[in-house]
């Protein structure tokens, strides 16, 4: 019975599954939320996973901070995942790693991850393809 149901959900459900790191209830909220967006970056802002800097008119206070105003189940989920994904997936692992070489803290470093596992998931859910380790290398070649 849940493999019929999976199998209704369609392509998208199946290609986002396989990004290591996002598991099935991560990607059901992800396609849950797809509707009425064009980019990734409308995406990222609605997961609530966008910097938002403080400024008034005349100054900017303090640095630029993530943006509560998103969906906080989608931010939860995704924080989880990104955890998982610094273990399997090697682009987020790389992002990882780049930025606490910088010295950066891990918490930024996390939701430089979580950007990152959600546009490779929009990039898959909406080309409708399956996702490749090694895309990035076979542009490089």
Not at 8 to 34: D, F, W, Y
Not at 42 to 47: E, I, L
Not at 52 to 58: G, I, L, Q
Request: proline share 4%; aromatic share 8%.
């Amino acid at each position: 019975m849940a493999q019929k149901a999976q199998e209704n959900q369609g392509p998208p459900l199946e290609s986002i599954t396989r990004i290591p790191g996002i598991g099935p209830k991560t990607a059901i909220e992800l396609l849950m939320i797809t509707q009425g967006f064009d980019n990734a970056q409308q995406w990222c802002a609605d997961g609530g996973r966008s910097l938002r800097a403080y400024e008034s008119a005349t100054s900017v206070k303090g640095k630029a901070r993530s943006s509560k105003l998103g969906r906080r189940r989608t931010r939860a989920l995704l924080y989880l995942c990104a955890w998982s994904a610094v273990k399997g997936n090697q682009a987020c692992k790389e992002l990882y790693e780049r930025f606490l070489a910088k010295g950066q803290v891990k918490k930024p470093a996390l939701m430089a991850v979580t950007n990152k596992l959600l546009k490779q998931a929009f990039a898959l859910a909406a080309k409708n393809q399956k996702y490749d380790e090694n895309f990035a290398l076979k542009l490089a070649s």
